[in-house]
């Protein structure tokens, strides 16, 4: 029996006087051929100066036919002029309607994932947007929707064969030791397991977890945390029947041979996954949110104030991003 085709991704523009329309129009240049398709949310005129076709749709089930000619387009214009690295606040509501507009549409199956160009924070503040970024907005335009396993949010750092989980994200590390709780670390992993065998088909996922301390702690003389707080937690991850490792030190965690044991890892504060996703693949490093009903990715990159209209910005990221989300998209539909 043949399935049939994915719908569209749906791809929120992101902040306008970002690299995100150059780089929308230069991931469709990629992907134009084999796809995944997707259909933007966002402002059509603003993505036909980047030299692209571009076409406005009235439905995302009319972008896959034409994806392959000109980027399909649900045409949600700015109400202000877009100038190239000065954000305009006047913009900041609808740029927060486009993800809205894009959740809503693979909430509904017309659209399969969500992928989301970057944003800039401080526009949407001050306009009084409420949430810390992407990801707990995501969160909060799902939370009633009935979701058959743990409910994240949880973020995925991707790099090649790389994909480290946060348990903490945007604390400072002052706070961190306070956050990284049994019961947090038992929610990540619980979150991280269902997805890999939900989003990346990983019948039995092997998941690694980061020490917080140097040397896991050298048996408490540099740190309990290890013994108080990880390795409960880890042997109540193993009764439960999730295959984890006990905590091992960071810095041998994630060299090529490492990386060959597990699935995922779970990092406890942002700079532990954040450095070696980049430094394996600083161009095209994606960002995931896991345990949520729709797939979403991004890339892991901000929305490049400096190099806006230049020229400059390299898709890289977004590509990756696109090709993720159609893939655990593809796992979710099989499944």
């Given at each position: 029996?043949?399935r049939?085709?994915?719908?569209p991704l ?9 690299v ?11 992907l134009?051929?084999e796809g995944p ?7 059509a005129?603003?993505l036909?100066?980047q ?11 009319e ?9 399909p387009v649900l ?9 190239p690295?000065?954000?305009?606040p006047?913009?900041a ?7 809205e ?16 160009a ?22 909060e335009?799902?939370a009633?929707v009935p ?8 973020m995925m750092l ?12 945007h604390?400072?590390l ?7 709780t049994?019961e947090r ?5 619980r979150?991280?397991?269902e997805?890999?065998?939900r989003d990346f088909?990983?019948a039995?996922?092997r998941l690694a977890?980061?020490a ?5 702690g050298?048996g408490g ?5 290890e013994?108080?707080v ?14 984890i ?8 965690l ?18 532990q996954?954040?450095i ?11 960002n995931?949110t896991l345990?949520?009903?729709v ?9 490049g104030f ?13 590509i990756a991003a ?7 998209a ?6």
């Amino acid at each position: 029996m043949t399935r049939a085709p994915l719908a569209p991704l749906a791809l929120s523009m992101g902040e306008p006087a970002g690299v995100g329309p150059e780089i929308i129009a230069r991931a469709w240049a990629a992907l134009k051929g084999e796809g995944p398709a997707f259909v933007v949310v966002g402002d059509a005129a603003l993505l036909r100066e980047q030299g692209q076709p571009v076409q406005a749709v009235l439905s995302a089930a009319e972008a896959p036919a034409m994806f392959a000619r000109a980027i399909p387009v649900l045409d949600h214009p700015l109400p202000a002029p877009v100038a190239p690295g000065r954000p305009e606040p006047a913009n900041a509501g609808t740029v927060a309607d486009w993800i809205e507009q894009a959740v809503a549409l693979a909430l509904s199956g017309e659209a399969s994932g969500v992928v989301t160009a970057p944003i800039a924070k401080a526009p949407l503040y001050a306009a009084g947007f409420r949430f810390p970024g992407h990801t707990e907005f995501i969160a909060e335009l799902t939370a009633d929707v009935p979701f058959a396993g743990t409910r994240g949010p949880v973020m995925m750092l991707t790099a090649k064969d790389l994909r480290a989980c946060l348990v903490t994200i945007h604390a400072p590390l002052t706070e961190v030791p306070e956050l990284v709780t049994a019961e947090r670390v038992v929610r990540t992993a619980r979150v991280v397991h269902e997805a890999m065998k939900r989003d990346f088909g990983i019948a039995t996922p092997r998941l690694a977890l980061a020490a917080l301390n140097p040397h896991a702690g050298e048996g408490g003389a540099i740190g309990l945390e290890e013994i108080e707080v990880l390795i409960p937690a880890a042997a109540a991850l193993r009764a439960e029947g999730i295959a984890i490792t006990d905590p091992l030190p960071a810095d041998t965690l994630f060299h090529d041979a490492a990386r060959a044991t597990y699935d995922a890892v779970l990092c406890l504060y942002h700079d532990q996954a954040l450095i070696p996703v980049k430094t394996l693949d600083f161009w095209g490093g994606v960002n995931t949110t896991l345990g949520l009903p729709v797939v979403r990715t991004s890339p892991d990159h901000g929305t490049g104030f400096d190099i806006a209209g230049k020229g400059l910005a390299r898709a890289d990221s977004l590509i990756a991003a696109v090709k993720l989300a159609g893939a655990m998209a593809g796992k979710r539909v099989a499944g």
